[in-house]
């Protein structure tokens, strides 16, 4: 079954990646400017995921995983 994924996804209501992480790597973490953040925004966010659609049928089966998380881990990987 697709189903689209959801552009601001929200994280647990306990926990943060921030909270792991002491002053100066939070800093970096959260910089607009980072690797990671770039990445998300020029190359996973601009996923379109309804071309993948026609590759689930329709109410049989789980959910999907995003398709923007798995093509951006496969381009990491290979990259």
């Not at 929200?10 to 959260?30: A, C, G, H, I, V």
Request: net charge positive.
């Amino acid at each position: 079954m697709f189903k689209k994924s959801d552009i601001h996804t929200q994280l647990d209501l306990f926990s943060s990646p921030t909270e792991y992480f002491r002053d100066s790597k939070r800093k970096k973490f959260l910089k607009e400017d980072s690797w990671h953040n770039q990445f998300r925004k020029q190359v996973v966010m601009r996923v379109d995921e309804s071309i993948f659609s026609v590759l689930y049928t329709e109410g049989n089966g789980a959910p999907n995983a995003s398709i923007r998380v798995l093509i951006g881990m496969m381009i990491l990987k290979e990259g």
